[in-house]
């Protein structure tokens, strides 16, 4: 699986993409740039598990990221 992710200065979206599906599921956050990379996160954690997607250790292979909000780069690092 691939969790792509996107931070924008007004939104951060995160894009789940398998395989067979190029969008298995899009998500949607508000850009805070006070968020720290666990609060990231427990996001994250939260939207997998709303729509039971598995987030054990190495489920997530890839994580590519873009950034215009420098302090959120190292915190999404973190998170992925």
Do not use: K, Q, Y
């Not at 996107?6 to 899009?26: K, P, Q, Y």
């Amino acid at each position: 699986m691939l969790l792509a992710i996107d931070i924008g200065n007004t939104n951060i979206v995160a894009r789940r993409v398998r395989r067979e599906e190029w969008l298995a599921h899009s998500w949607r956050l508000t850009t805070l740039r006070e968020r720290a990379a666990d609060e990231l996160g427990l996001l994250v954690h939260g939207l997998f598990d709303v729509r039971r997607i598995d987030r054990e250790v190495g489920a997530v292979r890839h994580g590519p990221a873009s950034s215009v909000v420098p302090p959120l780069t190292s915190p999404a690092r973190g998170m992925v």
